[in-house]
Nanobody, 124 residues
Framework: QVQLVESGGGLVQAGGSLRLSCAAS????????MGWFRQAPGKEREFVAG????????YYGDSVKGRFTISRDNAKNTMYLQMNDLKPEDTAVYYC?????????????????WGQGTQVTVSS
C-alpha cells in the first residue's frame, strides 16, 4: 500500500494562505483517489476535500468551498491543498489519505494509509 507524508502546515493569521503537500511512496499513486481530512481537538475527523485518480473530479466540504483547492501531480506522486482566506475555525491537524474502498469521498472509513498529519493553526 502507498505510504503518505504531509507537510506545509504552520501558524498563519486569519485571512492568510497555506499550501499543504502530501507525498506518496511505495505504491502506484495514480491508482488511488485521494482526500484531505482534518481533526480538531475533541472533534471527529472532518472531510475537507477529495480528488479522483486522474484529478478530473474534485469534491469539497461545505465549510471550505470557494476557499480551498485540491490538486494532484501524478508525475510527482504528490497531492496538494491550497488554503486561502483561512479562518480560526480551520485550525486542526490535517491528514491525507488514499481511498482504498468504493463509496463516497466524504467518508473517512473509505480511506486508509493515513499520513501522520500536519498542524494548521490560524490566529484571529
Amino acid at each position: 500500500q502507498v505510504q503518505l507524508v504531509e507537510s506545509g502546515g504552520g501558524l498563519v493569521q486569519a485571512g492568510g494562505s497555506l499550501r499543504l503537500s502530501c507525498a506518496a511512496s511505495g505504491g502506484t499513486f495514480s491508482n488511488y483517489g485521494m482526500g484531505w481530512f482534518r481533526q480538531a481537538p475533541g472533534k471527529e475527523r472532518e472531510f475537507v476535500a477529495g480528488i479522483s485518480r486522474s484529478g478530473g473530479s474534485t469534491y469539497y466540504g461545505d465549510s471550505v468551498k470557494g476557499r480551498f483547492t485540491i490538486s494532484r501531480d501524478n508525475a510527482k506522486n504528490t497531492m496538494y491543498l491550497q488554503m486561502n482566506d483561512l479562518k480560526p475555525e480551520d485550525t486542526a491537524v490535517y491528514y491525507c489519505g488514499a481511498k482504498v474502498v468504493g463509496g463516497y469521498y466524504y467518508t473517512a472509513t473509505n480511506f486508509g494509509s493515513w499520513g501522520q498529519g500536519t498542524q494548521v493553526t490560524v490566529s484571529s
